[in-house]
């Protein structure tokens, strides 16, 4: 396997895996969540997600499950590696403490003042906050371990594609910086400290495509890679429509997030085009 390819996947994913030191560093720079910008910019990563994972990832692993195993077996494995992939995503999801789940949209304002009305003391304030920051990051971490390989994976196979997919995630990436940073500031008083939990909890994305890479790679083959990228598919789907679109609704702009998500999918559809 050629060795550039590899490093270049490596790259995309722990790129998109650490935009969450993204919004770590703009959280600590405003005191005011934009919410038009972060409800667009989240429709267009879920529309760009759910372009690529119908139009090509899908269909990429159809073509190879049914070039090993016939049009009708092969058709109903893809089907199985799909909703395998949502159900593999939502199990993640359901073993997460719900007030620690990334899933849950915050910003900047509800951060900082949370827990404030349930609190006797100063310091009982700063644990519950320090608590939220840590558990937010450790699920975080969790959660971005299957995106890492998809990233990876995709990546892999095509390049241009593996681009898409990292800024998509990247961008999405960008508030659960904001959740795990902030309350860890406002509760130690140190940016640094913040950054750095944040920082750690988007490492999981490039070990997840570490771990990918030397357990599956080495029995790649149309089977596995079929049913890999099937899964893939159903995994981004599936963060979309329970992450992304709902939480840029949750910011309070709900036509904007559908108006990023169109744009999400014309952009990702042009540069298929594109790459013809």
């Known amino acids: 396997m050629d060795i550039g390819a ?105 951060m900082t003042h949370e827990g404030t009305d349930h609190v006797s003391s100063h310091h009982e304030h700063n ?16 959660h971005n371990f299957p995106e890492g390989l998809a990233t990876f994976t995709a990546a892999l196979t095509d390049p241009s594609l593996g681009v898409a997919i990292a800024v998509a995630i990247a961008i999405h990436n960008i508030p659960e910086g904001i959740a795990v940073s902030v309350p860890i500031y ?21 070990v997840g495509a570490l771990v990918g890479y030397l357990l599956l790679y080495r029995f790649m083959n149309d089977t596995v890679f079929g049913i890999l990228f099937a899964s893939v598919a159903g995994i981004m789907v599936f963060i979309s429509v329970d992450e992304l679109l709902p939480s ?18 014309m952009v990702m559809a042009v540069s298929l085009l594109l790459f013809l």
Not at 187 to 206: D, H, N, Y
Not at 250 to 260: N, Q
């Open 6 to 110: 590899v490093l270049f996947a490596f790259g995309l994913t722990l790129f998109a895996g650490l935009a969450t030191g993204i919004g770590s560093a703009l959280a600590f720079f405003t005191d005011k969540t934009n919410t038009k910008f972060l409800s667009v910019a989240l429709g267009f990563s879920a529309g760009v997600m759910i372009y690529v994972s119908m139009v090509e990832i899908f269909v990429k692993a159809k073509d190879a499950l049914t070039a090993a195993h016939g049009l009708k077996l092969g058709s109903w494995i893809t089907v199985a590696g799909f909703f395998g992939g949502m159900f593999f995503i939502a199990a993640i999801d359901r073993l997460l403490p719900e007030s620690e789940n990334p899933h849950e949209a915050h910003t900047v304002e509800e």
């Open 127 to 142: 644990e519950k906050l320090m608590r939220t920051g840590v558990f937010t990051a450790l699920a975080i971490a969790i």
């Open 186 to 206: 406002f509760a130690t008083g140190s940016r640094l400290k913040a950054f750095k939990l944040s920082f750690l909890s988007g490492l999981s994305e490039p």
């Open 248 to 265: 840029a609704r949750e910011y309070g702009e709900a036509h904007l997030s559908i108006y990023g998500m169109v744009a999400g999918m």
